[in-house]
Nanobody
Framework: QVQLVESGGGLAQPGGSLRLSCVVT????????MGWYRQAPGKQRELVAD???????NYADSVKGRFTISRVSDKYSVFLQMNDLKPEDSAVYFC???????????????WGPGTTVTVSS
């Protein structure tokens, strides 16, 4: 069974920084793209940033220049460095891995349970 384990959420002041981490655990053959999404209360889940296996990155316009996504592919880990945080960054952040190749097939998508980020003074 594949699980995504997230860590690093918490409380930060405006202008502060947090670093989120996510690792894919369990039984699988390979992990392709990885990314971070977020969902604020009353809003839809949205892409924050994603990164391909060859480290090409994509960011939401709202976080460009402030957030940096990175991965260690052979450790099946992805990170999100969040700088210059704003109150509007407050949300539950979800790690995503897609595709993940398992015995069930090559195109599985998995989500972490979410980690809460609160930006407030």
């Amino acid at each position: 069974q594949v699980q995504l384990v997230e860590s690093g959420g918490g409380l930060a002041q405006p202008g502060g920084s947090l670093r989120l981490s996510c690792v894919v655990t369990g039984r699988f053959f390979s992990v392709g793209g990885m990314g971070w999404y977020r969902q604020a209360p009353g809003k839809q889940r949205e892409l924050v940033a994603d990164i391909t296996l060859d480290h090409r990155t994509n960011y939401a316009d709202s976080v460009k220049g402030r957030f940096t996504i990175s991965r260690v592919s052979d450790k099946y880990s992805v990170f999100l460095q969040m700088n210059d945080l704003k109150p509007e960054d407050s949300a539950v952040y979800f790690c995503n891995a897609n595709p993940v190749s398992t015995t069930s097939g090559p195109h599985n998508e998995y989500w972490g349970p979410g980690t809460t980020v609160t930006v407030s003074s």
